[in-house]
């Protein structure tokens, strides 16, 4: 007898930063969110089983465009989504219709005054990995693997540092890949640095795009960012030898490490190889203790894994 064995079910999680200066230059957001909503329900179609959610990283505040935030339900009755158009498959018409109404309500919103550069990415993160979270709590039998999805189109704020990284930590606990596409500004040559850490310490794959290369965004979503973790292991993804990294010193000091050359799940800076504790994320100068190989940190004591490998950086 023919036993049918299904793929557990997967989750994507999507985060859009919407700041507004980027896309009055020379991003259109009606392409991206087009280009966005033909991934996602690229990602549906694979299997009824699959979901998907959208968060909008503003200035000021990050919230869910689809589905609507379980606690603004709680304050607010949200309004029924009607389908727009009945001929389009019903899950496709429903998160297209509910993204594109809720984040012209969330622009309209925004005030040009004393607006700051970056977008609240680290709040978007922990809302994003709680409803994840919560998601797989519900569904105890066969809970849905996960993976987040961010189109970065803005400056990072050195502030939110600490707060992303702890995000990543958390995500990489649950094996959850971070994938990045990075939209460069005129000039811009490395991408975001916080990013690409978020992408190396999860496995996840960080593509740099340049403004020319923007009409070939719909090929690289669905080539490099249509497929799950259990899929991935059976591809095979351009790599790039190095990647740039900020690490901190026992002073507390910040430095960027430019084009560090990425070993296993080591980094390595000059002639020597270095192992960054996921929990202190420190490069201590002076003393050699992150040049050795060592089960557990000897800060913290915190066990490394062995089992992270470099990340997919394009």
Request: hydrophobic share 40%; charged share 15%; aromatic share 8%.
């Amino acid at each position: 007898m023919l036993t049918v064995i299904e793929d557990p079910p997967s989750h994507l999680l999507v985060i859009l930063e919407t700041h507004p200066a980027p896309y009055a230059t020379n991003i259109s957001l009606p392409v991206l969110l087009s280009n966005l909503l033909l991934l996602i329900n690229a990602h549906l179609s694979l299997s009824h089983q699959n979901s998907a959610s959208c968060i909008a990283a503003t200035p000021h505040i990050s919230k869910f465009l689809y589905p609507i935030s379980p606690a603004e339900s709680v304050v607010h009755s949200p309004e029924p989504v009607e389908p727009e158009n009945s001929s389009m498959y019903r899950a496709f018409d429903q998160v297209k219709t509910a993204v594109h109404r809720n984040l012209l309500h969330l622009l309209s919103q925004q005030s040009p005054k004393n607006m700051p550069n970056g977008t609240q990415l680290a709040g978007a993160l922990s809302l994003g990995l709680t409803y994840i979270n919560r998601l797989q709590i519900n569904s105890p039998l066969s809970p849905p693997t996960a993976r987040i999805l961010i189109i970065s189109t803005s400056n990072a704020s050195k502030g939110q540092y600490i707060p992303i990284m702890n995000s990543v930590f958390a995500a990489q606990k649950q094996k959850i890949a971070i994938d990045v596409v990075r939209i460069a500004e005129q000039g811009e040559e490395s991408g975001s640095t916080f990013l690409q850490q978020a992408s190396f310490t999860t496995n996840g794959v960080y593509t740099l795009f340049k403004p020319d290369m923007m009409s070939q965004l719909p090929q690289y979503l669905l080539q490099l960012y249509a497929t799950d973790q259990s899929t991935r292991r059976h591809l095979v993804f351009p790599k790039r030898l190095f990647i740039h990294i900020l690490v901190l010193t026992a002073e507390g000091k910040s430095i960027f490490a430019r084009n560090v050359s990425v070993i296993g799940g080591f980094v390595k800076l000059g002639m020597c190889v270095v192992y960054v504790c996921q929990v202190y994320t420190l490069l201590r100068r002076t003393n050699p203790v992150f040049c050795q190989r060592y089960e557990r940190c000897s800060t913290c004591g915190t066990k490394f894994d062995k089992s992270i490998d470099g990340a997919t950086v394009i």
